[in-house]
């Protein structure tokens, strides 16, 4: 079973920057495609970002690109979101998920952490 703890929501200033952090509390994230999605206040969820289970590839919404990078730490079963030029439209809970492929699809991701609050305002 993976667990997966997020961290690292703030309140931060339009052009800021924030990184996200997701661990795991049981098994090793090695075998797992890591993933971000988000929501918004009134809106449905939409996949972010996602890196597959070799750290090969790495697939973003259209809008964060440029903007947004995962990676990976293998040492401490953890993987980040750092997120730099955030606009008031990356306002939204961010959650940490996996499984072992990426998808676009939420219905897909069979583990999900609890979400971190992340608000981009002035």
């Known amino acids: 079973q993976v667990q997966l703890v997020e961290s690292g929501g703030d309140l931060v200033q339009p052009g800021g920057s924030l990184r996200l952090s997701c661990a795991s509390n049981?098994?090793?994230?090695?075998?797992?495609?890591m993933g971000w999605w988000r929501q918004a206040p009134g809106k449905e969820r939409e996949g972010v970002a996602c890196m597959n289970n070799r750290g090969e590839t790495t697939y973003f919404l259209d809008s964060v690109k440029g903007r947004f990078t995962v990676s990976r730490d293998k040492a401490k079963n953890a993987v980040y979101l750092q997120m730099n030029s955030l606009t008031a439209e990356d306002t939204a809970v961010y959650y940490c998920v996996s499984d072992f492929s990426c998808s676009w699809y939420a219905i897909e991701y069979d583990f999900w952490g609890q979400g971190t609050q992340v608000t981009v305002s002035s």
């Open positions: 049981g098994a090793s994230l090695d075998l797992y495609a």
